[in-house]
């Protein structure tokens, strides 16, 4: 069983120590849509289903994660490592997403009992949009609508994260990510814009 349910952000986040991050499994806490399991090449679009993320320790660490995210402990257990670790930045699902309507009230009171963090994530849950819509009014958690080439309008009144290709990024002032987030100067966790990615 791992023993931290937090790791330190990857390579575009910086590793540094200012972003930390947690995960869950992909495809059994989302919602894939049809670009998220298609191919391109030998892999999957979806990046949590390609490279480092399909080695199966991850795999597993992400399944235990999902586990120990069910226990009455979690909420507590997160808050102690958030404040021992002292982020500046946090990552919810790099991989996976919100699973139940219990679980985002979980991350609610975490994100609340860590007011100096800023927390930010994607969703592809818009069966949970009520809820998620609580956690994005808090004022440090951005919750972004993912939005790909089968969903390509925004439907739960949140700020969206496109593909570049999307027709509503060029009608909208949406931001580019730079793939790399501290010359990026962390912009997307401080500001509540709309933002687009091109696929590599
Ligand atoms: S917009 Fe900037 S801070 Fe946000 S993910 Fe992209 S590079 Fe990182």
């Known amino acids: ?39 391109k090449g030998k892999e ?11 080695f199966p320790k991850v795999q597993k660490s992400y399944r235990e994660r999902l586990e120990l995210s069910k226990k009455d402990d979690f909420v507590e257990r ?24 219990e679980y985002v009230k979980k991350v609610i009171e975490i994100a609340e009992n860590s007011p100096d963090v800023l927390f930010r994530t994607t969703t592809r849950r818009r069966d949970l949009t009520k809820i998620i819509q609580e956690l994005n009014s808090l004022p440090n958690f951005i919750v972004r609508e993912s939005l790909d080439t089968e969903r390509t309008t925004p439907k739960m009144n949140l700020p969206f994260a496109a593909l570049s290709q999307l027709d509503i990024v ?8 730079k793939n790399d987030c501290p010359k990026c100067g962390y912009y997307c966790w401080g500001n509540s814009v709309d933002m687009h990615f091109i696929e590599h």
């Not at 930390?20 to 399991?37: G, Q, S, V």
């Not at 997160?78 to 309507?101: A, L, Q, V, W």
């Open 1 to 39: 069983m791992v023993r931290e349910l937090i790791v330190k952000g990857n390579t575009k986040m910086g590793k540094d120590g200012k972003v930390w991050a947690f995960n869950l499994p992909a495809i059994i806490t989302c919602t894939p849509t049809k670009w998220c399991l298609a191919k």
């Open 78 to 101: 997160m808050i102690h490592e958030i404040d021992k670790r002292n982020p500046t930045y946090f990552r919810f699902h790099s991989s996976g997403d919100f699973y139940s309507e």
């Open 170 to 177: 060029s009608k909208s002032n949406s931001y580019e990510c």
């Open 44 to 54: 999957q679009n979806c990046y949590a289903l390609k490279g480092n993320y399909k």
